[in-house]
């Protein structure tokens, strides 16, 4: 099953606690809660400062798309800058952290994953590129325009554009329209893959 989308198309759900929002791209098992989801992935918007919230059992990993990023920090001995816009940063999700903003707001690319369920590989390419074959997945243009091919399936996504699949193997090649150009490709793999 492969699925495109683009990032302005996704509905915007505000945080109850009012310090951001989040565009969800896709949840797995479909229709799965936070408390239940397999992997999941998606976009916030990080308005002020507070407690990043803690996902037990689950692994994280956080990119800054826009803005001066954001500092998270804790007694954990985590303490670190995103400040460096599509530059991946893994870390546990069930750890107590602070997410102190840097300037005004803050858009993040977001996965997460249930340890023993799924783990994710988060890659930025900025050339052309063969993917590792992989039953689920997601590919987003950060930057400019790029053509993905399967053999089977082809398409071109424009930047904010993206795939995502749950189930069915691909193994894409990508190749950039132009120079300069980013696309994030998140790689799910489960415990008996």
Same mark, same amino acid.
């Given at each position: 099953?492969?699925?495109?989308? !683009?990032?302005?198309? *996704?509905?915007?759900? !505000?945080?109850?606690?009012?310090?951001?929002? %989040?565009?969800?791209? +896709?949840?797995?098992?479909?229709?799965?809660?936070?408390?239940?989801?397999?992997?999941?992935?998606?976009?916030?918007?990080?308005?002020?400062?507070?407690?990043?919230?803690?996902?037990?059992?689950?692994?994280?990993?956080?990119?800054?798309?826009?803005?001066?990023?954001?500092?998270?920090?804790?007694?954990?001995?985590?303490?670190?800058?995103?400040?460096? !816009?599509?530059?991946?940063?893994?870390?546990?999700?069930?750890?107590?952290?602070?997410?102190?903003? *840097?300037?005004?707001?803050? %858009?993040?690319?977001?996965?997460? %994953?249930?340890?023993?369920?799924?783990?994710?590989? +988060?890659? +930025?390419?900025?050339?052309?590129?063969?993917?590792?074959?992989?039953?689920?997945?997601?590919?987003?243009?950060?930057?400019?325009?790029?053509?993905?091919?399967?053999?089977?399936?082809?398409?071109?996504?424009?930047?904010?554009?993206?795939?995502?699949?749950?189930?069915?193997?691909?193994?894409?090649?990508?190749?950039?329209?132009? !120079?300069?150009?980013?696309?994030?490709?998140?790689?799910? %793999?489960?415990?008996?893959?």
């Amino acid at each position: 099953m492969l699925q495109r989308f !683009a990032i302005a198309d *996704l509905p915007l759900t !505000a945080w109850k606690n009012g310090g951001g929002s %989040t565009r969800e791209i +896709v949840c797995s098992p479909q229709r799965s809660g936070l408390d239940s989801f397999d992997w999941r992935i998606s976009i916030a918007t990080i308005a002020q400062s507070g407690s990043f919230s803690v996902f037990a059992g689950v692994d994280r990993n956080i990119m800054l798309l826009q803005g001066d990023g954001v500092r998270l920090h804790g007694a954990s001995g985590i303490d670190r800058r995103l400040d460096t !816009a599509a530059l991946p940063f893994a870390f546990p999700g069930d750890v107590a952290l602070e997410c102190t903003l *840097l300037g005004p707001a803050s %858009t993040d690319f977001n996965v997460m %994953t249930r340890r023993g369920r799924a783990q994710a590989k +988060v890659q +930025v390419h900025q050339q052309r590129a063969r993917l590792t074959r992989t039953a689920s997945g997601l590919l987003l243009a950060l930057q400019g325009g790029w053509s993905l091919s399967d053999g089977s399936a082809a398409t071109d996504i424009a930047e904010g554009q993206g795939v995502w699949w749950d189930g069915s193997p691909f193994a894409w090649a990508i190749v950039p329209h132009r !120079a300069p150009a980013r696309l994030v490709s998140v790689e799910i %793999t489960r415990p008996r893959e």
